[in-house]
């Protein structure tokens, strides 16, 4: 098994914590290599009532598997944005009947440097990834995603002290 980068452990905590749809799924970052992002999870938590996966966590996972390929490539450069799906179109291929895994990419001709450039100049940028659902083990396309996702620099003004801060 691969040990998981810092960043990714960290993303994978957050995640967890904060969005309380990956805690109920039981996600997992599985592996992150700076180009692509896999998240894994289980059946039980993400079953429907004819015992495959819902198509909602599948649909689910790989959004949120997109969203973190943009996070961590962002936070790689020290960039504080916020992250937002801005399209996404799903396919459901076949039914997954065990635990599953998703893997994101970049889509065909975007780039990073693109993005990143695009960022620096006018404060939001948009980014084209494709993430696909396979069975654990298994090599069957499950389902796949096309989103755009944009990161949009915050605004140091708008940010507002934590909620338990004393006032």
């Known amino acids: 098994m691969t040990t998981l980068p810092d960043a990714a452990r ?15 799924m039981d996600l997992r970052i599985r592996a992150w290599d700076g180009d692509t992002l896999g998240l ?10 004819k015992g495959c996966a819902f198509g909602g966590s599948l649909s689910s996972l790989m959004t949120i598997s997109g969203w973190a390929l943009t996070v961590l490539a ?8 916020d992250v937002f799906v801005a399209r996404s179109e799903v396919a ?11 893997h ?14 695009t960022l620096a100049r006018r404060g939001k940028a948009r980014i084209a ?3 696909h659902v396979r069975e654990a083990g298994g090599d069957t396309l499950c389902a796949t995603l096309a989103a755009d996702f944009v990161a ?16």
């Not at 962002?74 to 944005?81: A, I």
Request: aromatic share 8%.
């Open 74 to 81: 962002l936070e790689r450069r020290r960039l504080d944005c």
């Open 92 to 102: 459901y291929r076949a039914p997954v009947w065990r635990d599953f895994r998703t």
């Open 104 to 117: 994101a990419a970049l889509d065909d001709g975007a780039d990073w440097d693109r993005f990143f450039a």
């Open 129 to 131: 990834v494709r993430c």
């Open 152 to 167: 949009k620099q915050r605004d140091p003004a708008r940010v507002s002290a934590p909620p338990d801060a004393a006032q």
């Open 40 to 49: 894994a999870a289980p059946l039980a938590p993400n079953i429907n009532d």
């Open 10 to 24: 960290a993303l994978e905590t957050r995640i967890r914590k904060d969005i309380p749809l990956a805690h109920a």
